[in-house]
């Protein structure tokens, strides 16, 4: 720290945990509950888009969407809807990662159902937009072990992805490191890197939602169990992992951010 620069004072702190304290009090209001969970179903729909559309699109369009591409998108969108809506829920997207908040103590178990519900309505709703608009099966847009492996082999991938993806967010957004909205960056690049070396396995799902969507659309359930088993598993060990790391959860600054109501402003001015 240089010279010139200045701890903040406690007019700035008492700032920082009114505004952290306000927005958790604004979670629990029973009334804004329909206003977040739109959001989520409404961030769920447009993650799924991209995640299956780039493999119905492919279908539609042979040859015009590569895999990189088809990895990297949903990293992006995530990255987007974080920014542009995080402030509302939270911007789970995904059941694995609403449980493993609750587990972790950061969201109250109440709101769990709801938050599920509502993640894979959107995600349906998405494989149904690109079925009816591209008129191609949304098989094309789910996740299946790769031919010559098992679905053991792509369940143990997607559990060691999520666990990953469960660790990098509950990270960025605890008192003991928290980053704020950057957050969303390394939310969003650990999905596109995830996906750049390992969706040739499993597909690299990481989301029971994103996979149950074209799943349902299909009427295809076949290897479901391994995109809702492993990313699961894989939330609640990251929940143990984030225990030994850093203690117990349920901080003001946690709360928060899984509440939907951590933004800029919520870190003192220095």
Known sequence: MSARQELPDSGSIAHYERDVHEGIENFKDPRQEGRRLFSELLGTFFLVLVAAGAGMMNAAFPDTIGR?????APGLMVMAIILFMGHVSGAHLNPAVTIGFALRGDFPWRRVPGYIVVQLVGATLAALFLHAVLNVSSF?????????????????MELILTLGLMSVILG????AQNVGILGAFGVGGYIALAGLWASPLSGASMNPARTFGPDLVATNFTDFWVY??????????AVAIAQVLRGRGGDAVALAAAAGTLDDRSSPSV
Do not use: E, K, R
């Open 68 to 72: 990189s591409a088809a990895v990297v």
């Open 140 to 156: 094309h847009g789910s996740n299946y072990p790769a031919s010559g492996h098992s679905g053991a082999a792509a369940m143990w």
């Open 172 to 175: 960025t957004a605890s008192g």
């Open 228 to 237: 809702a088993v492993g990313p699961i598993v894989g939330a609640v060990l």
